[in-house]
């Protein structure tokens, strides 16, 4: 069902796109667009976060990809929400697509991650004992005026505040729709997981925003060619063994769902490379920006036009 959506969505903004003579492209930055230069949207909430926040929200110009997953006890809910903070940063590295910025190589893979850390109540999230502490949470940011409703918080991973679901809002933009998929479904797969552990009254143990932060630098500097950190071994890990490791911890409920395919999909990432890696070796061959621009325009209607 995601396959066929994304490849729908694609599909028809592709053929809106053409007939004013532009094309559509999937990733997280332009390498070369400049925000100084871009309009920036008319509706009330983009006006009231540039007005809030300034340069911070003008520079903002980047795109990420969500994915939610429908969890309808809300205590339930948190519990899976608590544990699946630990997965941030594997989701991160899988997705990779913003090496470049403002016709500049960064030097990491996910630029889009740092840049988005500059506004506030952004990053990995902290824990939250309940439901109800979430909700005062929430109520004093409210009654503060901090914000004015939830969905001015934009946490890596957030119970949304409309919609009976948990929001993973960490990853780039992948161009490939098997990407794409492929991480669609071990979120899911992850969230099922958390929820069987949970019924069984078993769970991850409980680590700090500043540990998980570390791996998520090093996800966003590196990718899946990089080491993340296992903190129950206090070790070094390369990124494709940990990925070996996810799709082995799901291996319960892929069946269930339907998506071992899917999920097996990220040994393919891990070993291939991300988007981020692609528009690296695709600059460093030919010098030129633009034939980035034109890999990310190929790759985002593989498989759909």
């Known amino acids: ?15 809106i796109a053409r007939r004013v003579g532009v094309r559509i492209a999937a990733a997280s930055t332009h390498p070369f667009s400049s925000w100084e230069d871009q309009e920036i949207s008319t509706k009330e909430r983009y006006i009231q976060s540039v007005a809030e926040m300034q340069d911070a929200a003008r520079a903002n110009l980047i795109f990420g990809m969500h994915v939610h997953v429908g969890i309808p006890d809300r205590e339930l809910l948190i519990a899976v929400y608590n544990q699946a903070r ?21 030097g990491l893979c996910s630029i889009r991650s ?12 902290e824990h939250f004992a309940s439901w109800g502490e979430f909700e005062s949470f929430l109520d004093t940011l409210v009654r503060t005026g901090c914000i004015d409703n939830g969905r001015r918080v934009w946490w890596d991973l957030r119970p949304h505040p409309v919609y009976a ?24 797969a992850i969230a099922a997981k958390l929820a069987r552990l949970h019924s069984m009254n078993l769970s991850f143990n409980p680590y700090r925003v500043g540990q998980l932060d570390e791996n998520k630098w090093r996800a966003a500097r590196y990718g899946v060619r990089g080491k993340l950190i296992d ?3 206090r070790a070094e890990v390369p990124f494709g063994l940990l990925a070996e490791e996810l799709v082995e911890f799901v291996d319960d409920v892929v069946d269930d769902l339907g998506s071992r395919h899917e999920v097996e999909g990220i040994l393919r990432i891990a070993r291939e490379g991300t988007s981020a890696d692609r528009q690296v070796a695709r600059y460093r061959e030919t010098g030129q920006l633009r034939d980035v621009v034109d890999l990310l325009l190929d790759e985002t209607m593989r498989g759909v036009a």
């Open 1 to 15: 069902a995601v396959r066929r959506e994304v490849v729908r969505n694609r599909r028809v903004a592709s053929e």
């Open 86 to 106: 630990y997965f941030l940063p594997h989701l991160l590295a899988l997705s990779t697509s913003s090496p470049f910025f403002n016709n500049r190589h960064t």
């Open 114 to 125: 740092l840049i988005f850390r500059r506004l506030p109540r952004t990053g990995i999230p």
């Open 165 to 188: 679901t948990l929001e993973f809002r960490v990853c780039d933009l992948p161009p490939l729709v098997e990407d794409v998929v492929s991480i669609a479904a071990t979120v899911q």
């Open 231 to 233: 903190w129950g071994k």
